[in-house]
């Protein structure tokens, strides 16, 4: 267990990168992620005293994407022309193209199967891990990853990344 909240400061100058990528890769913005990582590092604070040491950044993943359920229940899901305008193309090289066409494609997962897509595959959990983040059982967790990825492929191959230069998807 943790005692102090210095030994929390710490835990986010060493995570806070981390989390704040989870929350992108949930989220697809990073506005709402870093607001969404606050909001739970918040909660973390108040519970950080009873969070042992060795499994603090599961216990903070975990508060993320509760968060991002939280948040997802009241907002409405973008549109992908929406997120497709308030990217401006000409600025962007191919590979941040790419980078933001992956996150234009999870955004249109439901919650539950982008973060079981994101825990499995950016940040490469066990399906038992991810169940204890998801809280959920691993049987879950396998059909929301199977069912997402056959999305996303189906998804990926529908909407070929724009190319620098152009607008719109």
Not at 1 to 21: A, P
Not at 25 to 53: H, K, N, S
Not at 55 to 67: G, P, S
Not at 86 to 112: K, M
């Amino acid at each position: 267990m943790h005692g102090s909240e210095s030994g929390f400061d710490q835990f986010v100058r060493d995570r806070y990168d981390h989390l704040l990528r989870y929350a992108v890769m949930l989220t697809g913005r990073r506005w709402d992620a870093e607001e969404i990582v606050q909001e739970a590092l918040l909660r973390c604070l108040r519970r950080w005293r009873r969070v042992p040491a060795d499994n603090a950044l599961a216990y903070a993943r975990k508060a993320v994407y509760n968060e991002f359920l939280r948040v997802a229940k009241r907002k409405q899901q973008v549109s992908l022309d929406e997120l497709t305008e308030q990217l401006d193309i000409d600025d962007f090289t191919g590979a941040v193209v790419e980078r933001d066409h992956v996150l234009v494609v999870l955004q249109q997962l439901p919650p539950r199967q982008r973060a079981a897509v994101v825990a499995r595959v950016v940040l490469d959990l066990s399906e038992a891990q991810t169940a204890v983040e998801l809280a959920c059982s691993v049987g879950t967790v396998k059909s929301l990853t199977s069912r997402g990825m056959a999305r996303v492929r189906q998804l990926w191959a529908a909407q070929a990344p724009a190319s620098p230069g152009r607008r719109g998807a």
